[in-house]
């Protein structure tokens, strides 16, 4: 273990046996979004298990995404497994004629043979002439973490975005379609949309509309594992607006008001229009602030939405943070984020898994935030917990979900207290 | 490559992680990539199981493939090993690693550690999860038996002077993630009991290294889960004599069939077992509620084991009639392919759900017997269905009492299958009062509730048994279709197809309602 110091904050860095889901895991919620784009995964068995594993019950038979399963001779040569990726292609848009976008994803197997499915991707994209667009990402485990799928998807579409010269605000990351529309609501109420001259939102709906982006395009991260994404955006000359991510009330607040500072649009604006909402929020976390206050809180590494989270559980809930654990540690995009947690947090990036269970139980934590793994272990030695794959299925941002949130925590703490058995 | 939407199987290094984790002093090293610890959650979730599975991971990342991986595995290994400090360890590797070639086995064989190190290599690009536990099961196995000490390993008494001894039986393949198997070892202990003989191991489903040494004091073994420990059986076959009893005691026939080849091994007097009867399944199929399970279509699909068991039951037990089988796992086509020409049937021996569902679809079932992925297709098809095999979802690990061998098990069998079904007088009633509004098609049978009634009346329309079939060759007057939807919902799907059938044969290009009542007749039996 190692420490660096950054804003203040000692960060602890962990190696050892990782416990978390690798990028494959953000085909389950971006299919979801993006309801024109197929997702294809090149990999192996595993890969397809481990999808359907955190999918858990799918009610459709057909969903929008599978898996190119490779086999023994596959292996074998290149130009093979490209022949076959063809094939399988072609066999899946002739049974579903309704996909515009496919996206070819990449996993541990296909990057270790060097399969170039960027290439693939190009190649397919010109076979398919005007249907289909055929991008490509990695989902790998050596290569992304979790949410960090979402990341490397974007960051494709970013590259594959048009030009504009059009002033606009971006919205980066996906949210639930309801979420989406309320933070629009908004937006337009405290005159960000007019200001800006055009707001849209990224991912979009369907992937084969991609919003254009350029110099003129400022950007707002709705999700805080975007590293890539945001990096691909400034690349392609758009301008990142650095702001709380909106959890909260106090982040969202702080998410509108470093937009509105953006367009030079009045701070009373944005005042009046989060007023009325800002009240609701209000009471409705003080629904669950009780049961959350004073409580100790233990992250274990896992969505990347750790640090908001925690800065929103602490500063709105009054938890108390024992140990914050992240995959890995963007200081950029988590700028403004680092110094609003509080002073004596303790981060630590990386993982190893048995070392950081020990010092959980030496601690004692009120509530443990983990992965499906890990979870039920932990209930079944008395510690409380909360599954944190919930916290990238639910609508949890924007003052609307302040509750809903915040319940999500208070939940299993309630359960506890009214159990008897 | 194949295409894959849903997988019945997992890779095999899942298979031999339930080896793992049903063994209560085994540590598995898997060298693999971070995402494949999603692993962990199918015992922790789906099981609901209380402790992790002992299994850990070397989590090698893009920036480690230069360097030193095979160090990794290493240092894995032995930290594992001190901080878990396991009787036995098996030590294996992922899809991802399998292609690095760091061959971990070996490496942690050569690391003289205290314990026997079982190395496993599973082929992850050509076998899959039910393979890769039954290899497992027989490496540890054969492992643990071949390189203790002669005087550590259990040895069997003399077969001459068993007198007034009971006979000893191991009970082999029961697994961590099995279709219940929890439930299934309770069961077949009672079973045992009551048929005069003490059960010496049951593995791997907590069993400890050291039981394993005591396998060969068994007069014969069980072979329960054939699918995990065929292999095994077969070797302690040829290696300590030990007679196999194959047949798997699921349903009431199977039951006796299996008592009786105990019978036959061991030569006791089981007629305790054999003459009582012990389960309530015959006199509920006999009773004349059940005379309305006469010739229900059935549909099987699932794993070898639970699929043949099904079939037989299906016939011999309910009087069904079953319209397809099949099993997604190739190292039990054998078998399958048996049961189905028995039946008269094809087999569908694949691992692609879209192949199930079309067969399902084209069978026009009644009911469906099959694995998580058939609840799911069957949900969508409107038709009723029990789960008999893995891969099942939480749900299908009961609290109650649920074993599938047995006498109790062709009870619990009797009842899982039976519920779904629209039954005894309810079915006359819906018949006599199909026109009131309470029962129109939309009404779906009342156990039936909520959630699944609903989805059964959103079941999309091409596909349902009553919808026109899309390469129907004849086609219905608009006076036949009114008369057809004038048949009760559950029937009509039957009607229509032998409708169909007649016309064809009869070369009429349109069914009118003529046509309708001589396929009717024709068809009455
Ligand atoms: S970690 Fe790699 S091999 Fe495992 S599921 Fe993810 S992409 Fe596939
Ligand atoms: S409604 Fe309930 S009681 Fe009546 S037949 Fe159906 S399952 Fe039996």
């Known amino acids: ?421 | 490559m194949e295409l894959a939407l849903w997988t019945y199987e997992g890779p095999p290094h899942v298979g031999a992680m339930r080896i793992a984790t049903s063994m209560r002093d085994v540590h598995y090293v898997i060298h693999a990539p971070q995402g494949d610890t999603y692993a962990d959650l199918l015992f922790t979730m789906i099981e609901r199981s209380q402790r992790r599975p002992p299994v850990t991971y070397t989590t090698f990342q893009a920036r480690d493939l230069g360097g030193d991986t095979a160090g990794l595995v290493k240092t894995t290994v032995q930290d594992a090993y001190d901080r878990f400090k396991p009787a036995a360890m098996m030590v294996g590797e992922s899809c991802t690693a399998e292609l690095i070639q760091d061959q971990p086995g070996s490496l942690a064989q050569g690391m003289d550690l205290p314990v026997p190190v079982v190395p496993l290599e599973l082929p992850a690009y050509s076998k899959k999860e039910n393979w890769g536990a039954s290899e497992s099961f027989y490496y540890l196995v054969r492992h643990i038996l071949a390189n203790a000490p002669a005087d550590q390993i259990a040895s069997r008494p003399d077969p001459a002077d068993a007198s007034g001894r009971r006979p000893l039986a191991n009970v082999l393949g029961p697994t961590s993630l099995g279709f219940r198997c929890r439930d299934d070892v309770i069961e077949i202990r009672k079973l045992l009991n009551l048929v005069g003989v003490d059960v010496n191991v049951v593995a791997p489903l907590e069993a400890t290294t050291a039981d394993l040494l005591q396998i060969p004091a068994a007069d014969f073994n069980i072979c329960l889960c054939p699918e995990i420990a065929n292999t095994t059986c077969k070797w302690l076959k040829r290696t300590f004599s030990q007679p196999v009893v194959a047949t798997v005691p699921i349903g009431v026939g199977a039951t006796l069939d299996f008592v009786r080849e105990i019978q036959e091994i061991t030569g006791i007097d089981a007629s305790a077992a054999l003459d009582a009867e012990l389960s309530r399944l015959p006199w509920y199929s006999r009773s004349v509620d059940s005379t309305y399970l006469t010739g229900k279509r059935l549909f099987i699909f699932g794993d070898g084991s639970h699929v043949v068991a099904a079939a037989r039951i299906a016939r011999e037990e309910l009087a069904f009639e079953v319209v397809g089988i099949g099993t997604f796992s190739r190292e039990m086509a054998r078998d399958v392919r048996a049961a189905a020409e028995a039946l008269e049937l094809e087999a569908l021996i694949t691992d692609d759900y879209l192949d199930v569902e079309e067969a399902i679809a084209n069978a026009q079932p009644e009911l469906v017997l099959g694995t998580q992925m058939e609840r799911h297709i069957a949900k969508r098809l409107g038709i009723p269905c029990a789960v008999i095999s893995a891969p099942v979802h939480v749900q299908d690990f009961p609290a109650r009492y649920s074993p599938q061998v047995g006498f109790e098990g062709a009870n619990v069998i009797f009842d899982t299958w039976v519920h779904p079904l629209t039954m005894g007088l309810e079915e006359h009633l819906l018949h006599m009062f199909r026109d009131d509004f309470e029962f129109n098609d939309q009404a779906a049978p009342s156990h039936l509730h909520a959630g699944e009634g609903a989805a059964a009346s959103e079941a999309p329309a091409p596909t349902t048994a009553d919808n026109p079939d899309a390469n129907s060759p004849a086609s219905w007057t608009p006076d036949a279709e009114q008369e057809l939807r004038k048949i009760p919902f559950f029937v009509r799907g039957k009607a229509r197809r032998n409708t169909e059938a007649y016309a064809r044969d009869a070369g009429h290009p349109n069914i009118t309602i003529e046509t309708l009542y001589e396929a009717k007749a024709h068809y009455a039996r």
């Open chain 1, 1 to 421: 273990m190692s420490s660096a110091t950054l804003c203040d904050i000692p960060v602890t860095l962990e190696r050892g046996q990782r416990e978390v889901f690798c990028g494959l895991t953000g085909i389950v919620w971006l299919h979801r979004k993006m309801q024109d784009a197929f997702f294809l995964v090149v990999g192996s068995r595993t890969c397809a298990h481990l999808l359907q594993s955190a999918a858990g019950v799918m009610i459709f038979s057909e969903p929008r995404f599978a898996t190119a399963i490779m086999q023994e001779k596959d292996l074998a040569g290149m130009a093979d497994a490209n022949d076959e990726l063809d094939r399988i292609v072609e066999r899946l848009l002739s049974r579903r004629p309704d996909i515009k976008t496919l996206f070819l994803v990449g996993s541990c197997p296909s990057e270790v043979i060097k399969l170039d499915l960027g290439r693939a991707a190009q190649r397919l994209s010109v076979a398919y002439n005007g249907q289909v667009r055929v991008l490509s990402y990695s989902g790998s485990g050596i290569e992304t973490t979790f949410t960090e799928g979402e990341d490397t998807c974007l960051e494709t579409m970013v590259r594959a975005a048009p030009q504009t010269d059009e002033q606009q605000l971006l919205v980066v990351g996906t949210l639930p379609d309801v979420v989406e529309d309320q933070l629009e609501r908004l937006l337009d109420a405290c005159g960000i949309t007019e200001a800006a001259g055009k707001l849209a939102f990224f991912p979009p709906r369907r992937a084969e509309t991609i919003p254009a982006i350029g110099p003129k395009t400022r950007f707002l991260l709705a999700q805080p594992f975007l590293n890539a994404t945001r990096r691909a955006l400034i690349g392609q000359g758009a301008v990142h607006i650095p702001a709380l991510f909106p959890f909260g009330v106090e982040g969202t607040s702080a998410w509108l008001h470093s937009a509105a500072r953006a367009f030079d649009v009045r701070k009373e604006r944005v005042d009046t229009a989060c007023a009325a909402p800002v009240a609701r929020a209000r009471k409705a976390l003080e629904h669950y602030r009780h049961t959350l206050q004073g409580k100790t809180l233990w992250f274990m590494p896992d969505s990347q939405l750790e640090i908001p989270l925690a800065r929103f559980l602490a500063s709105e809930c009054g938890m108390q943070l024992l140990e914050i654990g992240v995959p890995y540690l963007d200081q950029q995009t988590l700028s403004v984020e680092l110094p609003a947690l509080p002073e004596n947090s303790g981060i630590v990036e990386g993982q190893d898994v048995d070392k950081q269970l020990e010092r959980l139980h030496q601690a004692t934590p009120d509530l443990v935030v983990c992965g499906l793994g890990l979870a039920n272990p932990l209930e079944a030695q008395g510690v409380t917990s909360k599954w944190s794959i919930e916290l990238v299925f639910s609508p949890i941002h924007g003052f609307e979900q302040v509750g809903d949130l915040a319940e999500l925590f208070a939940r299993p703490l309630q359960r506890k207290l009214k159990l008897a058995v």
